[in-house]
Every structure is written in structure tokens, then in C-alpha cells.
Nanobody
Framework: QLVESGGGLVQAGGSLRLSCAAS????????IGWFRQAPGKEREGVSC????????VYADSVKGRFTISSNDAKDIVYLQMNSLKPDDTAVYFC??????????????????WGQGTQVTVSS
């Protein structure tokens, strides 16, 4: 089970750090992805990480602004979001993957979705 936290309301240009915590397992054998879904839009991949070797992938829309990382125990994955924009407003979800296509950031390769955390960026 994955649980997201850290969302909130922030002004444009501000920062938030999201956390994705695992319950009952570690991420050694999984890739973890962050996704977001804005009202009326499809769920889109934001970033993903393979905690076993630290490989990371970012969507073009967040490169240079967001950073994904995991803790040493490999049971929490963070998404540091800087220079936030109103377009970043969405519900953010984390999910896990054992697929060879984990780095494509396509939701269909992920499962075990958390409940999501709302991020709202005001202009």
C-alpha cells in the first residue's frame, strides 16, 4: 500500500515536497512513479525512480523544477517541487511498477495507486 502526503496550497513560484510512503514493503524491487491528474484531464506521468540504482526520469514539463528521490531505507519516495506554476495544480498520485516499461511514465505500467494528495498553485 502506498500513501501520499505533503500536498497543499502554495503561491506560484513556491515549493512543496510530496512523500510517498510504503506500508509493509520496500521499494527494492519496484520503480516508483509520481503522476498527476487535473480536473477534466487524463492522468499524466511526472517523474519516476528506480530506488535500487537511483535512475530517474522526468516529464519535460517539470524538468529542472522537480526532483525525485528516495530515503536510505527505500520505503519513502519524495517529490521536491520548486518554482511551482498554476499549471501544476492537480491531484498527485504515486504508484509502483515492476514492468520493464516503468521508465516510460505511462500510468498503465503502474499499480498499487495511493489515494492522492491535492496540490493547488495560485497565481
Amino acid at each position: 500500500q502506498l500513501v501520499e502526503s505533503g500536498g497543499g496550497l502554495v503561491q506560484a513560484g513556491g515549493s512543496l515536497r510530496l512523500s510517498c510512503a510504503a506500508s509493509g514493503f520496500t521499494f527494492d524491487d519496484y520503480a516508483i512513479g509520481w503522476f498527476r491528474q487535473a480536473p477534466g484531464k487524463e492522468r499524466e506521468g511526472v517523474s519516476c525512480i528506480s530506488p535500487s540504482d537511483g535512475t530517474t526520469v522526468y516529464a519535460d514539463s517539470v524538468k529542472g523544477r522537480f526532483t525525485i528521490s528516495s530515503n536510505d531505507a527505500k520505503d519513502i519516495v519524495y517529490l521536491q517541487m520548486n518554482s511551482l506554476k498554476p499549471d501544476d495544480t492537480a491531484v498527485y498520485f504515486c504508484a509502483s511498477s515492476t514492468s520493464f516499461s516503468w521508465d516510460t511514465l505511462r500510468p498503465r505500467h503502474y499499480g498499487g495507486w495511493g489515494q492522492g494528495t491535492q496540490v493547488t498553485v495560485s497565481s
